[in-house]
């Protein structure tokens, strides 16, 4: 069997195989899309695939939608050439069920690939076509946090948005640029209304993605590149929107597993394949099959009914208070707390971590009974329905290929939040004792452990991407495992970094706690295990 639409045609191998076939002329909908777009997405990776253009895909399959969706990939241009055109743009989604089942079908709502490169001609009379179209919905984007960054680390525009602003829109390159620019297209085509939608797993991400657009836009505007009638465009929400969102479904690198299990079903050419920019994507896509979106109902020029696949539509406070529930209490703390701890006992799958005592110990306290009691109950979903869905459905899958090493990525970056917004509510509340945390602090105590680069039984491993590494890892110099006596107060600037925890943890009473904890983590090999045990 072949993932082509040719391919499709013989039905009784597929559904003999068990994969769902799509129930619509895929041929007929894609040329329908190219004529008259209602829908463009930036960002062609797993998540757009396994989930956003699943959600069409059922509108269109039970007849709800007669259009499907254009992709549009700002950053890795191979992802078109080696998974979306050989495949006709098709995606073979297999869902991973903790019973280790799974579920197969094929995802043929996205009607056309296009690379967002603006040294191609081609590529740029292709977008301006579709920007220009009155008919354009929406447009919405996973190009993850650092794709709407204009600024390095020194807080000055990076190289490629200087360049951007001095060339104007004629010449953009930053993915950012580029829609600016395309929003300028439409607006100098009739000022078509347009929803701007960031799907990004990450806080306020339409704020992101609208400070990043107008950035760019004003910028412009003062060389004289655009007037100022294009920015009023741009900030009058009766012509442009910039809705914010909270999405929530794990989607992990291509199994080898899941690979197998294709071909041996007689699926042909399943292996991944590795870009020229060192993306690891394959023609299926494995994810979870719990999964949660939901988008502030701004939409000027109408939208997709995709309330009717599952979507929540509702206000901004909600859209705020979900993403705020799942980031501070009910998913991605315990994600955290697995994740560092999980490297430092020499875990390399997080459900496994899932059959370790104290360490689904640790996550329930952290959850249940130092989070909820401050959570954010945003009325649309149910706190604890989501964290008893998380621990007891979604973290044990066994047949979710996802690390914690992958998870530990970045979490300088996340600390504040993830952990940070739950200290400050009990610091915040009258009737709550921040210095009364015994399980969140164990977490960071847990993390600043990790950070060493030595687990439990004292072997050196390999730290996770962060960009503050390199500062704490040197903050940190000195301490070694087995010798608590090199313990001489290093932790005392990080732990007073408001910037970190999102508080200052010497005036929130948890400092000299997570100082304790650490101490007794580093008395020697076993000494992380031993701590869990004494206190969870």
Partial sequence: MKLSING????????AAGVALPQYDVAAMAARTKENPIWVHFGAGNIFRGYIAALQDVLLNTGEADRGIIAAETFDYDIIDMIYKPFDNLTLMVTLKPDGSTANKIVSSIAEGVKADSSDPACVARLTEIFTNPGLQMISF???EK???????DGTFMPVVVKDIEEGPAHARHAMSIVAAMLFERFKAGKYPLAVVS????????????GS????????????????????YLTDEAYVTFPWSMIDKITPRPAKSVEEGLTAMGVEN????????????????NAEGPQYLVIEDKFPNGRPALEKAGVYFTDRDTVNNVERMKVTTCLNPLHTALAVYGCVLGYDLIASEMNDKELVGLIRHIGYEEGMPVVTDPGIISPKAFIDEVIGERLPNPFMPDTPQRIATDTSQKVSVRFGETIKSYVAEADKDASALTYIPLALAGWLRYLLGVDDNGQPFELSPDPMKDELVKDLAGIEVGKPETYTGQLKPILANPHIFGIDLYKAGLADKVEAYFVEEIAGKGAVRATLEKYV
């Fill in 199 to 210: 799907m990004d797993n990450c806080s306020h991400n339409g704020e992101k993605l609208m």
């Fill in 8 to 15: 499709l045609k013989d039905k009784a191998a597929w559904e």
């Fill in 142 to 144: 996973t190009v993850t």
């Fill in 213 to 232: 657009v107008l950035t760019i836009a004003k910028e412009w505007e003062k060389k004289g590149f655009v007037g100022a009638d294009f920015i009023d």
């Fill in 270 to 285: 399943m292996a991944p394949v590795v870009t020229g920019r060192k993306t690891f994507i394959a023609p299926f896509v």
């Fill in 147 to 153: 794709g709407y960054a204009l600024n390095g680390l």
